[in-house]
Nanobody
Framework: QVQLVESGGGLVQAGGSLRLSCAAS????????MGWFRQAPGKERACVAA????????YYADSVKGRFTISRDNAKNMVYLQINSLKPEDTAVYYC????????????????????WGQGTLVTVSS
């Protein structure tokens, strides 16, 4: 079983930047694809970025392309989400998720089918 803990959220002005972190423990991190999801008030949770276990493949939702960058450090069991040019519509709880079946599963599988989730970190963007 893998445990995930997110950090790095907070209140930031529009146009600013944040780096979210997700620390993994409990099993071989380098075997898992990882994803960042977000859920805004009144909306469904959706994948905004994902990365393959080795880091060679990445995925970004159209709404965040060019502003968000996902990366991972397998030596430290960490995955990151760099968020630049923040917009008020980026306000959401951000979650990281892990799955041993690969990046395609992270992107397309229903939420309840993924192996593990973190507890979330809140990002609030003021205009």
């Amino acid at each position: 079983q893998v445990q995930l803990v997110e950090s790095g959220g907070g209140l930031v002005q529009a146009g600013g930047s944040l780096r979210l972190s997700c620390a993994a423990s409990g099993r071989t991190f380098s075997s898992d694809a990882m994803g960042w999801f977000r859920q805004a008030p009144g909306k469904e949770r959706a994948c905004v970025a994902a990365i393959s276990n080795g880091g060679r493949r990445t995925y970004y939702a159209d709404s965040v392309k060019g502003r968000f960058t996902i990366s991972r450090d397998n030596a430290k069991n960490m995955v990151y989400l760099q968020i630049n040019s923040l917009k008020p519509e980026d306000t959401a709880v951000y979650y990281c998720a892990a799955d041993s079946r690969g990046i395609d599963t992270i992107v397309v599988a229903p939420d309840n089918a993924l192996d593990a989730w973190g507890q979330g970190t809140l990002v609030t963007v003021s205009s």
